[in-house]
């Protein structure tokens, strides 16, 4: 209605809350505009195997890039696609464009390469995500070893039984899983104990000031030791300087990604780099 009256949204809304309802909303709209005309896209951050120097890995991250505006970060969207429950939707349609990716990488000799794809927890309720990946697998005749799923903390709010059972699934079709932002979300190590995990990605707010931080250092240490002492492999995210590469390098971290190698970047350009590679 503001709108309509050619007056400022501020004058009808202003009791904070009301104005962040109302941005909401807005952004809600935009959004399922946003998937009709086709604005979002994914991008990939390769992931670097500090032994070998090589890109291993690649991780999927969503971008929406508005026809009439500014690009819209993930941490501003994908609160929303939840709260809005597309959410499922968007993380089918990301899923299926990592599974066309691999098969795309495969069919031009680039073999190997595992994509990582977040996932939210609500994507974890019910048997629905391993009947999509198993349907998609079969679809594009990928192997599941080359899928990962980024999962966070926030899943110990989900029915630890029931993400326990879909995780299972995704072991025995060979999909691993990643623990992300490690050590930011409800400190608790029993799902570590009790769920089938591949990796853990330490936060970026511990590789931050690593070297200035010795707090940052014994953490990020720790986390390396925990995750060893486990099987896991472990990925340190947000990595920036050499010195942090050189620490990480040090204390045998497994994978580094991070704008120092490689910012996210479009299909085309990451497969370029993935071609001289292989
Ligand atoms: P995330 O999964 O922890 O992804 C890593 C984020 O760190 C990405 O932000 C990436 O661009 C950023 N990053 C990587 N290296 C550096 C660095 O060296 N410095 C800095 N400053 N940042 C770095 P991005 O792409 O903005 O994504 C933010 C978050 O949005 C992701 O965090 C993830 O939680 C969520 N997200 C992105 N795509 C998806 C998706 O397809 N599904 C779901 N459910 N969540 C997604
Ligand atoms: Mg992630
Ligand atoms: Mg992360
Ligand atoms: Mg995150």
């Not at 809350?17 to 807005?26: C, D, G, I, P």
Request: net charge negative; glycine share 4%.
């Amino acid at each position: 209605h503001a709108k309509e009256n050619g007056r400022s949204h501020f004058e009808f809304f202003d009791k904070p809350l009301e104005r962040m309802a109302h941005f909401q909303l807005e952004l809600e709209n935009k959004l399922r505009a946003a998937i009709k005309k086709h604005e979002l896209s994914v991008y990939y951050q390769p992931q670097v195997d500090i032994r070998e120097f090589k890109v291993r890995r690649v991780e999927a991250l969503l971008r929406w890039f508005p026809e009439d505006g500014k690009p819209v970060p993930p941490s501003d969207f994908i609160p929303v696609a939840e709260r809005a429950h597309l959410i499922g939707k968007i993380g089918y349609w990301v899923l299926e464009q990592a599974c066309l990716q691999v098969k795309e990488w495969q069919s031009v000799g680039i073999e190997n390469i595992r994509v990582a794809v977040n996932l939210s927890a609500q994507q974890f309720v019910g048997k629905k995500l391993v009947e999509d990946v198993k349907e998609l697998i079969k679809k594009y005749g990928i192997e599941g070893r080359l899928l990962e799923f980024e999962i966070t903390e926030s899943i110990l709010l989900e029915d630890l039984e029931n993400v326990k059972e879909v995780l299972l699934e995704l072991r025995k079709m060979d999909i691993t899983v990643a623990i992300d932002d490690f050590g930011t979300g409800y400190s608790s190590l029993k799902y570590l104990q009790k769920l089938p995990i591949d990796s853990l990605k330490i936060d970026r707010s511990f590789i931050r000031e690593l070297a200035e931080n010795p707090n940052n250092k014994s953490i990020v240490n720790t986390i390396i030791s925990l995750g060893h002492n486990l099987n896991l492999s472990v990925v340190a995210e947000g990595v920036e300087d050499k010195k942090m590469v050189a620490f990480l390098c040090e204390r045998q971290c497994d994978f580094i990604q991070g704008y120092y190698f490689y910012k996210p970047m479009p299909v085309e350009e990451v497969t370029k780099i993935l071609a001289q590679e292989s």
